[in-house]
């Protein structure tokens, strides 16, 4: 089986036991209210990448999959649409 085949296997693998028990993952608790709920947890055999959900009725919602190493507060503050330490640059 390719590298790609078992990342895939085994990030579902983990959304489905995410469903099953939301509260499995770990509390996403930065100061900003809009990630209110949010969770994350690693993906079993693939643990450099994080998956990042909030539990519904019916199991989880994701929001995104990322790598560890990447800006990861950015890139949530980029989804919720939260504000970032990051200059505004004016189209021109």
Do not use: Q, W
Not at 48 to 61: A, H, L, S, T, V
Request: charged share 30%; glycine share 8%; net charge negative.
């Amino acid at each position: 089986m390719r590298t790609a085949d078992r990342f895939l296997a085994e990030a579902e693998a983990t959304m489905i036991r995410l469903a099953r028990m939301p509260g499995l993952g770990e509390r996403y608790e930065p100061d900003e209210p809009l990630y209110a709920g949010l969770r994350y947890c690693r993906i079993s055999r693939f643990r450099n990448y994080i998956i990042f959900y909030k539990p519904i009725p019916d199991g989880i919602e994701v929001y995104r999959v990322l790598h560890g190493a990447r800006d990861i507060d950015g890139l949530l503050a980029n989804e919720f649409g939260a504000p970032t330490d990051e200059p505004e640059v004016d189209d021109v």
